[in-house]
């Protein structure tokens, strides 16, 4: 058991010497008072000391005559018997003011019960009709997604093809370069060779014209030679 810090003694002396400085007793007070001490024991000392005070002062009361205690007696008697009356009265209103309020509560509590079911149910039907359109939601984001990879498989396909035709295209008019470019060749070769027949043909007619002025010369002494033989009296032999 824990030691006691203080003795009652000291505890008395303390408060008394508080109450002669006209401060007001308290725990606290008391513990400061002595140095050291638990407030709330030293105030029950405290409080002890005085209640034995007060029991050591009372004197003895004389006791009443006869008469007195028989009139009293009886004044209790119809004072207890109102009191038993006001107390049923007033028992039998709360009474009836409790069932009446528990009527109430019920009535209450009953309505209430019914507008929590009305709104459960329309609670459940609200819950269901989201599952519902949940389910449509899910089935229809499942959709989309098969119609994204079906169109991102076609975008790649289409990409695939795309670099494909690119690079056709670019084959195609690396292939067109080169054609012009042997069409270009073609031309100037065929344009060279033109100009070259163009000059043989230029020879070719010059050739031929001189040919005829020599055969027409030729024709002309051979006309001369006849004439002068014919002359000289020489024939001609046959040609």
Known sequence: MR?????????????????AANRNVTGFALRKALGGGSAPRLRQVWDDHLNSQSLSKVEPVAELPNEVASELRELTDGLVQRLQNMAVGLNDKAVKASEKRVSELVKSVGAQRAQAE??????????DELESQLGAAAQEKA????????????????????????????????????????????????RVAA?????????TVKAREDAARAAGQVDSLERQVKELMTKVGVVPAAR
């Open 3 to 19: 030691p006691t810090e203080v003795t009652d003694a000291e505890v008395v002396q303390a408060g008394e010497a508080l109450i």
């Open 118 to 127: 009305r709104e459960l149910a329309d609670a459940s039907t609200a819950v």
């Open 143 to 190: 959709q989309l997604l098969a119609k994204l990879d079906a169109s991102n498989t076609t975008i790649q396909q289409q990409a695939v093809e795309l670099a494909q035709l690119t690079e056709r295209l670019a084959a195609a008019e690396r292939a067109t370069n080169t054609a012009q470019e042997r069409l270009v060749a073609a031309e100037t070769g065929a």
């Open 195 to 203: 100009e070259q027949v163009a000059k043989e043909a230029e020879k």
